[in-house]
């Protein structure tokens, strides 16, 4: 079975400032990894996907994520955040496409002025 | 304009009172899914379907039934409702099989308090 760490579940980070949201999982088997927004009192929307290739992915926003493999990690990371980044981010895995998604338990990003 | 829908966005309800949350989506996706997000726990998957009359248990099916009857439909149905069934539930769908890029789309959530 398939699990998602996120450690840190609230993140305060004032604006501009560089941010990384953690994400660990935990597989036998290759996964797809994904990382989710979900603004106030709205549904989540995809962020960004790995789903093979390039190990470092780009995303809307200017978010990025890097999947290393052999730290089962998928870090999130903006180099300069801004107060509409403020959300709560999900990381999320599944090993068949789109079947099956294992959800994170959500890190909340607090972006201050 | 491409969408997952649900009805009700917001329900207050007593104990052992039957209720239906709709979930329609216009995308002709044959993967659909219903979670229920509670603090702490992220989201944790109810049941889904990789198709017209076919549905599977999720993580958490107990309380819980489902029926997809129509591709796009996908209701989630609370024979008797507990207390502990109060969260915020979010349907999902995807394109599912080869053509799937992986993404989920949600809709907007319903937000359900059983009394």
């Known amino acids: 079975a398939q699990s998602v760490t996120q450690l840190d579940s609230q993140v305060p980070v004032f604006e501009e400032a560089p941010v990384e949201l953690r994400c660990n999982y935990s597989?036998?088997?290759?996964?797809?990894l994904f990382w989710y927004v979900q603004y106030p009192n709205q549904g989540l929307q995809l962020l960004l996907k790995y789903l093979s290739g390039s190990t470092l992915v780009k995303g809307i926003n200017g978010f990025e994520a890097e999947f290393n493999k052999s730290q089962t990690s998928f870090h999130l990371r903006k180099p300069s955040v801004h107060i509409s980044d403020t959300a709560e981010y999900f990381c999320?895995?599944?090993?068949?496409?789109?079947?099956?998604?294992?959800f994170g338990p959500g890190t909340r990003l607090s972006v201050l002025p | 304009e491409a969408q997952v829908t649900q009805n009700p966005r917001y329900l207050i309800t007593v104990t052992g009172k039957k209720l239906t949350v709709t979930c329609s989506q216009n995308m002709n996706h044959e993967y659909m899914s219903w979670y229920r997000q509670d603090p702490g726990l992220g989201l944790r998957q109810i049941y889904y379907s990789m198709n017209v009359e076919v549905t599977d248990k999720g993580d958490v099916p107990e309380g819980y039934k489902v029926s997809r009857k129509e591709k796009r439909n996908f209701p989630l149905i609370l024979e008797s409702p507990s207390p502990n069934q109060t969260s915020l539930y979010f349907c999902?769908?995807?394109?599912?099989?080869?053509?799937?890029?992986?993404?989920?789309?949600f809709g907007e959530g319903s937000r359900l308090t059983v009394l």
């Open positions: 597989s036998s088997v290759s996964v797809y």
């Open positions: 999902a769908s995807s394109l599912s099989g080869i053509k799937d890029t992986g993404e989920l789309f």
């Open positions: 999320a895995v599944t090993k068949d496409y789109g079947q099956n998604f294992v």
